[in-house]
């Protein structure tokens, strides 16, 4: 049993060297909104919320390199960040929550905030 356990990560190592050339990171697309409709839309549903939680409106930062594939958008609420990364046609591809890791506060809104993408 202590064999199996010792082979497990190089047998782990060797599926992803076997399988890295066979996989393909794609560009893939969380929403088929802009970032001003796409926080309006999780403003509604956060309104459900106990209790209720509100997202600033997005504040447009822009590319960060000119060869950057997204346009950066920012918002949030008290302790939390929220980025949101749109793609050439101006829909949201990924998010990012922020918080201080010190703040109890800020642990609670990014809480509240995390599961409403997805919602």
């Not at 599926?15 to 929403?31: D, E, G, T």
């Not at 390199?65 to 918002?75: A, V």
Request: hydrophobic share 45%.
């Amino acid at each position: 049993m202590r064999k199996i356990h010792m082979m497990t990560p190089f047998l782990l190592a060797l599926c992803m060297f076997i399988m890295m050339p066979l996989a393909s990171a794609k560009m893939v697309q969380v929403s088929d909104l802009g970032a001003y409709r796409f926080v309006e839309r999780m403003n509604f549903f956060a309104k459900s919320l106990n209790p209720p939680v509100s997202i600033d409106e997005p504040l447009h930062v822009g590319m960060m390199r000119p060869d950057s594939p997204y346009d950066i958008y920012i918002t949030g609420q008290k302790y939390v960040v929220l980025s949101l990364f749109c793609n050439q046609a101006g829909y949201v591809s990924k998010i990012t929550i922020q918080t201080p890791l010190n703040t109890k506060e800020g642990w609670n809104n990014a809480t509240s905030v995390e599961p409403l993408p997805y919602i």
